[in-house]
């Protein structure tokens, strides 16, 4: 007899007497509806194969949420082979690019984009000359709009991020609109291009249109040229949105407030071994009783570095102040508008590191935009 289609996942059950993550297999039979459910760690049935009929198949996927006699279950993995081949979707990255004309919409966008379950796997703000904007756009070069569009693209700073995600190319076009700001404003109001593009050629944002040119847009980005450096390195402080905050999905939000109040030159997302954030934080060892685990929250994951120049005036203090006290429970009491108060979570995982010492600007901003990526 032929064996019942089947498919198989790892599910997770908080519970929350014990505190514990209790995982099982978890069968879904295609014909007939039915469940069944096995212990993983006493390795022995849970749940006897029955009916189920308030479970329908597509309402399993990966971090799906079910309720199956009221314990609530994720969807944590696939337990087998025929259920990953049958249900995975394909991984894609994109290159999408927020341009001169958005630019100051930049963390609304980045917002869109969390909000939106894709990951942010690399950004990086540039300021194209003339040659790269042409470059990038090489293969518009025999349309009538080329030269407009070549001195648009390289006319302010723009910012390059690496989309990851199922289905990320298509997606995030479909988060873009209609290549027209004008046709997204009548089509698709919500859209990225409706609400933040101008007309025809200054639209806001870019994204690639297919595998082949996501890879090499994402090249001419993030590869070894580093095109469109922009960093000022003096008169300048440097800002870092933490990995916490990341996690948190705040990065949005908070570059959207830096760029409203100062003046970006550059930003780049970065990941540190303990090596170099501890050379980092250097100036901290042994001053700061958090030392360590500041190191430690720095090397937890990605995090955005951000340059802010200002000549003539004090942008170390102006930044300090922005950010408010650096523990965000005093934060949210004496400046609750600042950006600690708003998104940081105790003393370590503050939200944001900003330069202490005026001395301190142009070292800090050099540390990541002039030693670190060279
Ligand atoms: P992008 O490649 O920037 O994501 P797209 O794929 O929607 O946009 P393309 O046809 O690849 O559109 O055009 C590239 C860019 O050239 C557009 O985003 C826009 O800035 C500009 N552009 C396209 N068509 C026109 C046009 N008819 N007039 C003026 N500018 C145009
Ligand atoms: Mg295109």
Known sequence: MAQAERYAFVVENFDHHSSMNWRYQFFYYLDTKEIEMYDIKNKRTFLKRCPYD????????????????????????????????????????????????????????????????????????????????????????????????????????????????????????????????????????????????????????????????????????????????????????????????LVAGYQGLAIDQILQNFNVTAMELFRLDRANAGEFFEVYKGVVPEYNSMVDELISGDFIAIEISESGGNPVSALREFCGPADPEIARVLRPKSLRAQFGVNKVQNAIHCTDLPEDGELESNYFFNILIS
């Open 54 to 245: 308030s479970i329908e198949r597509d309402m399993l996927y990966i971090g799906a949420k079910i309720v199956v006699y009221s314990r609530q279950l994720t969807i944590v993995d696939f337990a087998d082979t025929f259920t990953r081949n049958r249900l995975q979707k394909k991984t894609e990255r994109t290159c999408a690019m927020i341009k001169p004309d958005a630019f100051l919409n930049a963390g609304k966008i980045v917002n869109a984009i969390v909000r939106s379950n894709l990951r942010i796997n690399q950004l990086r703000m540039c300021k194209l000359t003339q040659q790269e904007a042409a470059q990038f756009y090489a293969v518009h070069s025999e349309r009538p709009f080329y030269p407009k569009l070549v001195d648009f693209m390289s006319s302010g700073p723009i910012l390059a991020i690496e989309i990851v995600g199922e289905d990320a190319i298509a997606k995030w076009r479909s988060l873009l609109g209609p290549t027209n700001s004008e046709t997204a404003r009548a089509e698709r109001p919500d859209s990225i291009r409706a609400k933040f593009g101008t007309d025809n050629t200054m639209n806001a944002a870019h994204g690639s249109d297919s595998d082949e040119t996501a890879t090499t847009e994402l090249d001419f980005f993030f590869g070894s040229g580093r095109v469109g450096q922009c960093a000022n390195l003096s008169d300048c402080t440097l800002c870092i949105i933490k990995p916490s905050a």
